[in-house]
């Protein structure tokens, strides 16, 4: 059974920073993308970052030059270093991943609960 389990969140002013992190078990990661998506009130889940299993990433605009995700394959883990938070960045951001290994589509079909980030201005 996957499960993926996300922590760091929290509240944060704006112009700073978090570090979100993302445990995977269940399966090794290895061979798999594993992405950060985030919903806020009111709106749809958009997707903010993807890192496949080469290490290659995808980027939202709008987190472009801010955020960073990266992974730890020994760990079963990634990570979302958010950096300049702005008040717009304030959701709900979730871990995911794919069914299939060495899929960089962008269906994700494993979810974690979801770790709350609240920036203030």
């Known amino acids: 059974q996957v499960q993926l389990v996300e922590s760091g969140g929290g509240l944060v002013q704006a112009g700073g920073s978090l570090r979100l992190s993302c445990a995977a078990s269940?399966?090794?990661?290895?061979?798999?993308?594993m992405g950060w998506f985030r919903q806020a009130p009111g709106k749809e889940r958009e997707f903010v970052a993807a890192?496949?299993?080469?290490?290659?990433?995808t980027y939202a605009d709008s987190v472009k030059g801010r955020f960073t995700i990266t992974r730890d394959n020994a760990k079963n883990m990634v990570f979302l270093r958010m950096n300049s938070l702005k008040p717009e960045d304030t959701a709900v951001y979730y871990c995911?991943?794919?069914?299939?290994?060495?899929?960089?589509?962008?269906?994700?079909?494993?979810w974690g609960q979801g770790t709350q980030v609240t920036v203030s201005s």
């Open positions: 995911a991943a794919p069914k299939t290994p060495y899929y960089d589509g962008s269906r994700y079909d494993y």
């Open positions: 269940g399966r090794t990661f290895i061979s798999y993308a």
């Open positions: 890192i496949d299993w080469s290490g290659g990433t």
